[in-house]
């Protein structure tokens, strides 16, 4: 693996930590981004993607930053400071470093970024739970994936994961393209059947993601995949099929892909933040989002390093213990955002002057009682974990999941609960530019003037509930909110079918057998 140090900075204090600068640097490596039927020149640049780019690259500066350091950052046995991102938790003590990593990270962005720079990577961490299992079917992808690991460190490397199919009726295999056959009869084991390829352009795009190629120096995937949220601002792409239940040989692998690499290319959607990018008038929207793509791999080329597993059609089965990281990070992150709903409630029913009704009381009650639950959700998590065979911490699985499932169906209400409480304040608010002005300002300051606060301050805050609540934006984050990792169905079905209950099931049988007696 020769280009295990390929972003060493010799010289430098901390050579295995990029800045911002370098961040967005190192996004321009020719990558195919597609956006409005025109291709991208810089993304760096584009109004559609620069927004969210500044944003990540913000959380590279923090690495270097003396304030932000030790929380984002932590130092390997050779000495070497590297990402939090990459750290594999060791003990219980590791589990809270990262969770205090990933919690800075989500108030920097209210937590509307699923997506941010240490959220993919709890996957390849996860990995580690399924390195036992892997070396008994591949020892040296296992082998691959420990490689990989430090080389993202090194290289301090941000992922994207486009895993979902598009929702093309070629997307669960040829089978498929025979009317009169149902997914109850094919189901997934579609993907196994024969392919079909689209070839334009002297490139084949197979109608499923899979291998359709492979030799001494790698494997060669075609196909595509959705939705790609923040792809074209990652320089990493971690590819596979794990949403597949019963993928065949060809289907079931699991690699990494740089962002340029020849053969992929990204299609962004239409952008839902605002064109001003002004932070007053949109304190969230201005800041730019992270974008969603389709992600098409025209024969792309992937060196055997960075293959994780090729092959082992059981993998996809183990998501649900290797995904533990990933999951609890997603509901770290939606008590984050609840506790900063309940900060933004609470000032706004005090500028307004509604603090004292008992009835706007107890609907701030409930925003509070739903981020007391997830904080608990989390911890109980976090103090439940267990460690695998080699010693590497995870996160309770059910309680995550019960905290998910409650997180996401409670969010719509939550949401309402912003929206009612601000009364017409979202309504009716006003540019910078009207307060600015020397006749409509001072008229503007003496009639919505609020407890406490002034009638500026307390628009800016109103313009923050919009951008949470009721933007396009918002809009696009609650539909993310809900399908993003597991839909709240299959969460409750692995809740049934994974939920222990042999002890509490003895405990009644035992009670009632007393009444017998």
């Given at each position: ?12 204090a901390?050579p ?8 967005r ?19 760096t ?6 927004g ?13 930053a ?5 929380l ?10 590297v990402?939090?991102a ?12 990262r969770?205090?990593?990933a ?5 920097k ?11 993919i ?8 739970w ?8 591949d020892?040296?992808r296992?082998?691959?994936?420990i490689?990989y690991?430090?080389w993202?460190?090194e290289?301090?490397v ?14 669960r ?7 009169g ?8 084991k ?6 079909e ?5 002297g ?9 359709i ?12 995949k ?5 792809a ?11 949403a597949?239940?019963?993928p065949?040989?060809?289907a079931?692998f699991?690699c990494r892909?740089p ?12 952008r ?7 932070l007053?008038?949109h304190?969230l929207?201005?800041?730019g ?26 993998f996809?089965?183990?998501y649900k ?16 955002k609840?506790?900063?709903f309940?900060g ?10 509604t603090?004292h009704?008992?009835?706007v009381r107890?609907?701030?009650?409930e ?16 103090a439940?974990?267990?460690p ?16 998910r499932?409650?997180?996401i ?5 939550i949401?309402?609960?912003l929206?009612?409480?601000a ?22 300051e ?32 609650a539909?993310?909110?809900n ?21 509490s ?8 057998e007393?009444?017998q007696?």
């Amino acid at each position: 693996m020769a280009t295990i140090n390929d972003a060493t900075k010799p010289g430098t204090a901390f050579p295995f930590l990029k800045s911002g600068a370098e961040f967005r640097e190192s996004l321009r490596d020719g990558r195919e981004v597609w956006y409005g039927g025109e291709l991208v020149d810089d993304v760096t640049t584009h109004p559609a993607l620069a927004g969210g780019i500044d944003v990540l690259a913000e959380m590279y500066d923090d690495q270097l930053a003396p304030e932000t350091q030790e929380l984002v950052t932590f130092v390997r046995e050779d000495g070497q400071r590297v990402s939090q991102a990459f750290m594999v938790p060791r003990s219980r003590e590791d589990l809270a470093k990262r969770r205090l990593c990933a919690e800075h990270f989500i108030r920097k962005t209210f937590g509307v970024f699923g997506r941010q720079m240490d959220m993919i990577s709890t996957t390849d961490v996860g990995l580690y739970w399924l390195l036992p299992l892997l070396r008994e079917h591949d020892p040296e992808r296992a082998e691959s994936n420990i490689g990989y690991i430090n080389w993202a460190q090194e290289n301090n490397v941000m992922q994207a994961a486009p895993v979902a199919d598009p929702q093309g009726f070629r997307s669960r295999g040829t089978a498929m393209g025979r009317r009169g056959v149902t997914f109850s009869e094919k189901g997934d084991k579609a993907y196994d059947e024969e392919i079909e390829f689209l070839e334009l352009d002297g490139k084949r795009l197979a109608n499923v993601l899979r291998v359709i190629d492979r030799n001494a120096e790698g494997i060669v995937v075609s196909g595509a995949k959705v939705v790609g949220s923040v792809a074209p601002q990652a320089q990493e792409l971690v590819v596979s099929n794990l949403a597949i239940l019963d993928p065949g040989p060809d289907a079931s692998f699991y690699c990494r892909i740089p962002g340029g690499s020849p053969g992929v290319r990204m299609l962004c959607r239409p952008r839902v933040t605002e064109e001003t990018g002004s932070l007053w008038d949109h304190p969230l929207n201005g800041r730019g989002e992270e974008m969603d793509a389709l992600v098409l791999f025209e024969e792309v080329f992937v060196p055997w390093w960075r293959v994780g597993t090729l092959g082992w059609t059981d993998f996809t089965s183990h998501y649900k213990r290797f995904g533990a990281l990933e999951w609890w990070h997603t509901l770290t992150r939606l008590t984050v955002k609840a506790e900063m709903f309940v900060g933004l409630l609470q000032i706004i029913v005090d500028g307004i002057g509604t603090a004292h009704r008992p009835g706007v009381r107890a609907l701030v009650a409930e925003v509070i009682e739903y981020a007391e639950i997830l904080r608990g959700m989390v911890i109980a998590a976090e103090a439940n974990a267990q460690p695998n065979a080699d010693g590497v911490w995870f996160p309770d699985v059910m309680k995550t999941t019960a905290g998910r499932a409650y997180a996401i169906e409670r969010y719509p209400m939550i949401i309402h609960r912003l929206q009612e409480l601000a009364g017409q304040g979202p309504i009716l608010r006003f540019s910078r530019a009207d307060w600015d002005h020397p006749m409509l300002g001072p008229r503007l300051e003496w009639i919505y003037e609020g407890i406490d606060i002034s009638a500026r301050e307390k628009n800016l805050f109103m313009n923050l509930l919009w951008d949470l609540t009721t933007s396009s934006h918002a809009g696009r984050v609650a539909i993310f909110e809900n399908v993003n990792g597991t839909p709240l169905p299959y969460m409750r079905e692995r809740l049934y079918t994974e939920y222990d209950r042999e002890a509490s099931m003895k405990a009644v049988r035992t009670f009632v057998e007393r009444a017998q007696r």
